[in-house]
């Protein structure tokens, strides 16, 4: 049944009236479902019981009327004590499931107990059912049947009394069959309902649908039930999100880190060669000769220069000449160093090695291995080939300087006595 079915009709209900200016304003945009007041959600909540109070009063007013026409209380008891009671529960049980689909429209968030309203637990509504299909009507029809036999000893033609007692009696047992009828239907489906769609939902989550959400209708167990269920699904979306969100910012992290470490290594690294730049070889030679200090460490530097570069850019050119031969001996040479020596290119044509824990003997040793190491292969240049040497100087902390500066200007000048001694030679410094 729609919402705007129970809004056209005219209700002389007072609590219906407000609604009806409520929704109106709600569906205006005037107003949000935010803005209703506590009383007017109380009234939404309470409404099947003013329906039920108002249908009982008016029973009421009848049987009086009828019971002061007629001079029998017997009326009275008959129309209020058994029809009253029984049309006004009918009513509250039919008004309670018709009026279901209009709740959520005043409660979009579904928290219903959080408004204090009149409230029939599931155990009365059961225990009602129970006492009007189970107890009242079988002991109207035991009382009724009884009263007629008492009749039947007294009157003169019994025969009349007990067909008016067979009709009464199949007229009451229609009444109470569809009365029970009713009560059975309206109950079952006030609980089946809400707890059919708390299983389909229940069934969307499982399913990984963390956007399942059950409409709540009434602040009974069942409709708390509904609203611990909505706060789970979304304590759990809340959680998946942040989940995803943390997935995320790792992953940006990651991508962070990555990028940060590739901006590291262009601005540590050699375009060409793909070795340590001068940059990072001086952060590098400070950081090894604190070390070396601290622990009476020897430390020898190699500064390599690569011979007769200039006529190897004129002969075969800068880029198949000079960059190849380059690349040569930084491949090679590359290829020899060990993990704990730093290996840079130092100038143009020049290479510097950090050689920590070594001794300038062991280093000279090392860089004929590099100049040996070289002079078995060559570089091809079309059919054109030629052979790549190098020139080196080496110095040793403490023996020839304390510092970085002192130490490469004192393998500087070992590499130009190198290159004065005819190039394709490694000398190490001697201060005499």
Known sequence: MSTNFWFKMNHPNKHKRNFKKWYYLIEAGEKSPEDIPQNVKRNVLNFPLYAAGMAALMW???SVIAAYVTGSSRVFIGLFGWGGLTAVTLLYFLDDLLWRPIVPFFFPDGNLNEVRAFRLPMFWKLLIVFLFTGILLPTLLVALTWQRAQMLLSVPNPETVLANLRILQIFILIASGLTSVGLAFFTTRGVTSPLVALR??????????LDAKVVVTTNDEIGYLGERFNQMTAELRQKEILFNTNIQLRDQLAKIKALETALREQAIRDPLTGLFNRRYMKETLHRELAKASRGKKYLSIVIIDLDHLKEINDMYGHVEGGDQALLFLSEKIGAL???ENTFCRYAGDEFLVI?????????????MEWKEAMSKEKIAVGKREFGVSFSAGISEFPAHGLDARELIQNADKALYKAKDAGRDCVIIYDAN
């Open 60 to 62: 009421f007013s009848s």
């Open 337 to 339: 160093c060990r993990t």
């Open 200 to 209: 389909i939902a229940m069934r969307r989550v499982q399913e990984g649908d």
């Open 355 to 367: 050689l920590y824990g070594t001794s300038k003997q062991v280093a000279y040793n090392r860089a």
